[in-house]
T-cell receptor
Framework: AQSVTQPDIHITVSEGASLELRCNYSYGATPYLFWYVQSPGQGLQLLLKYFSGDTLVQGIKGFEAEFKRSQSSFNLRKPSVHWSDAAEYFCAVERVAGGGNKLTFGTGTQLKVEL | GAVVSQHPSWVICKSGTSVKIECRSLDFQATTMFWYRQFPKQSLMLMATSNEGSKATYEQGVEKDKFLINHASLTLSTLTVTSAHPEDSSFYIC????????????????FGPGTRLLVL
């Protein structure tokens, strides 16, 4: 069965510092991987996605993620965090299921940015 | 583009009443919509997959008679929580799948802002 693990429940970084959010997945086939961000009171916004090709994926808001098949990881990175990046971040894997492809989400990482 | 709206954004109701939540794709057609439930500080759990013109597919453990889903058009899906009880209080989120115009097999789900339900 597919699963997504986000080992860090909370992360605190200083504004301007670099950021890496970890995501590990378990899936039998080639995964489709996603990172979403959820701000308080708002819906999930897609940051980036990986389907195939270049393993380093660029997303919006200066985020990037690298797919490493050997480590079953898809970590999200940002070189310099802004205070507005404080939010909940979810990693997800798309699985093929009856009725169409479906997303399985990790438990999320809450990012706090210190000024 | 690819905006999904939900109405209402929040609702408070008495125990035993039914509540309907609407999910609309505003600038695209969505053959498939998804309904999720999110408890505080937890992840999104898929409840059901809604395909236009057909019956919804429910995830294991989700009561189909409790959570009625209708996908009457390519831009609207509704979730009705019937005979709501306090344990149904949660954040309900819908998403719609966009099929890229290029015809590629990759798909992306776009999420609505969510509906917070509080059952008293």
């Amino acid at each position: 069965a597919q699963s997504v693990t986000q080992p860090d429940i909370h992360i605190t970084v200083s504004e301007g510092a670099s950021l890496e959010l970890r995501c590990n997945y378990s899936y039998g086939a080639t995964p489709y991987l996603f990172w979403y961000v959820q701000s308080p009171g708002q819906g999930l916004q897609l940051l980036l996605k990986y389907f195939s090709g270049d393993t380093l994926v660029q997303g919006i808001k200066g985020f990037e993620a690298e797919f490493k098949r050997s480590q079953s990881s898809f970590n999200l990175r940002k070189p310099s965090v802004h205070w507005s990046d404080a939010a909940e971040y979810f990693c997800a894997v798309e699985r093929v299921a009856g009725g169409g492809n479906k997303l399985t989400f990790g438990t999320g990482t809450q990012l706090k940015v210190e000024l | 583009g690819a905006v999904v709206s939900q109405h209402p954004s929040w609702v408070i109701c008495k125990s035993g009443t039914s509540v309907k939540i609407e999910c609309r794709s505003l600038d695209f057609q969505a053959t498939t919509m998804f309904w999720y439930r999110q408890f505080p500080k937890q992840s999104l759990m898929l409840m059901a997959t809604s395909n236009e013109g057909s019956k919804a597919t429910y995830e294991q453990g989700v009561e189909k008679d409790k959570f009625l889903i209708n996908h009457a058009s390519l831009t609207l899906s509704t979730l009705t929580v019937t005979s709501a009880h306090p344990e149904d209080s949660s954040f309900y989120i819908c998403s719609a799948r966009v099929l890229p115009a290029s015809g590629l097999s990759q798909e992306t789900q776009y999420f609505g802002p969510g509906t917070r339900l509080l059952v008293l």
